[in-house]
């Protein structure tokens, strides 16, 4: 009987190894399958976020000769700060030892991507033509990717390739098959606009971990509501308010819930599931987006050579949202 107990004895630790071997190969193998769904995650949220801004090209034109830029710009903020409130007071308020300890990147995050950023569109719409804004604003992924490659990610030959079929498809479709550029004084507005919302999207991997979206979201669009403030008081001096009609304001509260509050909330996650090179790949289906809102809402009928560029467009961001 002793013999039968030591043997037992000496069986159960090397079941134990067993059992935790067999575990850890179990957590190995379903591992790729929690990444892989992470991935299909952030592509979507991506997708989501590049929608609607696409619907805030149609806004935003409806408001151009009502509404100044700036002030355009300044009540988004406003709106968007009041709509995401709610759900990000509770924690802005724990974590405000978090925000003060960081406040110089945030500033920094909200002077890209909040003042700067949709300012520039705003401005540069004056002055040249939505064709050259979508084809300057292809440059954006492209060094969305750049920042990303200086910090370390490897990007790939499929990734980068992808990326370049997409900006290819990018330049017929805005272009009318044509990649020349006559460059105007818009286009050095929106070049600097494309420029902006690349750094804000490659800010965005540094974001202290430990600092929560919410919080980050509802502070940047406090910080950008205050910085837009002094242009703000100096538009209204200068060129008057604007009269808010039923159209005005529904405008202002799509680019401001829809287009800042949901819109930022699921691009800036996306960029840290899936980083900013592979959420500027996705980011290439705009033109298509805007297309496919023109033909619904402005009658637009697009062509054999639109459809071509779109699958180009498609083919790159399909290869490129890829690992």
Known sequence: MAVIDRAGAGTQPQQTQQTQQTQTQARTR?????????????????????VVWSGSFVATRGMADSVPPVQAVFWRWVIAAVAVSPFAARQAWRQRALIRRHLGYTALATLFGVALYNTL???????????NMGMIMAASPVVMALYSRVGGERLGARRTFGMLLAALGVLLLVGHGSPGLDFAAGDLWMLAAALSFATYSALLRRKPAELGGLAFLLSTFVLGTLMLAPAYAVSVTVQGGFALTPGTGGMLLYVGVMSSAVAFFAWNKAVSVIGAARAGVVYYLQPVCVAGLGLLLLGERTGPAELGCMALILAGVSLGARR
């Open 121 to 131: 569109v705003h401005q540069a719409g004056l002055t040249t033509s939505a064709s």
């Open 30 to 50: 379903r591992a790729p399958g929690k990444k892989g769904a992470g991935v299909g995650v952030g592509v979507l949220l991506a997708l989501l976020a590049t």
